[in-house]
């Protein structure tokens, strides 16, 4: 799934808070996982997998407030 503004234009306020707790949850879940010492591919793919989650939460953030919508 693609997260941009474009996208988000469909989403009622209610739908948009819980996209974005939806994200919060799972970065936090993310970062509570066992951190994979000495294995490059996977220290490659949870930090891409926390990328992309907190660039999504990020424009949801973003669009949010250019929207005047209070997220938290």
Known sequence: MTVNPL????????DLKGLYNELEKCLSEIRGEKFPHGDMESIRTRNLRLQRLYGASMIVRNFARAKRIILV
């Open 7 to 14: 996208f988000l234009k469909a989403f009622e306020t209610e």
